[in-house]
């Protein structure tokens, strides 16, 4: 999996936090400097630290499933991205009542809600062999920067990019696995 792969599968794994960011930057009373910075950490560092978890679990069962590892993760970034679609179409979200003051257990428990999909993406990266230090590296940094700029979008212009960046994030997804199963059957070679 080459660089711009890993930079895509980032970017689509950023989107729940980005969103959830948006809706926290509309909601918070005081946008401190800290208090942005603390809320960009907790979700970068979920969604680097979710994979690294993901990866290790995924080799320690490689063996056993190396002949259809590729539909796995063809139905995991699916169900995922799939998931992140269906979710940009739902008019109320349970992320925007949890996000209405700047305490650190919510945000704790939106950074673990938010890293889930990357934990499954981890086990995917096992699978494919991908250097799980760049990969987790990239997804933890490219989602701290998203959520300091998710949050400063929302305090700007409010709720109305959320649903669209989850969109484009599920998309992204899905497009990913349909290429690792055209590539592993095949059909296309990079």
Not at 40 to 54: E, H, K, S, V, Y
Not at 169 to 178: A, C, N, R, T
């Amino acid at each position: 999996m080459g660089i711009i792969e890993l930079i895509l599968i980032s970017i689509g794994l950023a989107m729940d936090a980005f969103a959830v960011s948006i809706c926290k930057g509309i909601k918070m009373t005081s946008k401190k400097i800290w208090h942005i910075i603390v809320i960009a950490l907790f979700f970068g560092g979920f969604q680097m630290i979710m994979p690294i978890i993901g990866w290790f679990l995924g080799s320690r069962f490689e063996s056993y499933i190396t002949s259809f590892d590729h539909w796995i993760a063809f139905f995991l970034l699916l169900i995922i991205g799939g998931k992140m679609i269906f979710e940009s179409f739902r008019k109320d979200s349970d992320d925007e009542k949890l996000v209405t003051k700047f305490d650190v257990k919510e945000i704790l428990v939106l950074a673990i809600a938010t890293s889930i999909d990357a934990l499954a993406v981890g086990i995917t990266f096992a699978f494919l062999k991908v250097n799980i230090v760049l990969a987790s590296s990239l997804i933890g940094c490219i989602t701290f920067v998203l959520a300091i700029i998710g949050i400063l979008i929302g305090s700007v212009v409010g709720g109305k990019f959320k649903n669209k960046a989850k969109l484009l994030g599920g998309i992204i997804l899905i497009l990913i696995g349909v290429k690792i199963l055209l590539e592993h059957l095949g059909v296309i070679t990079f």
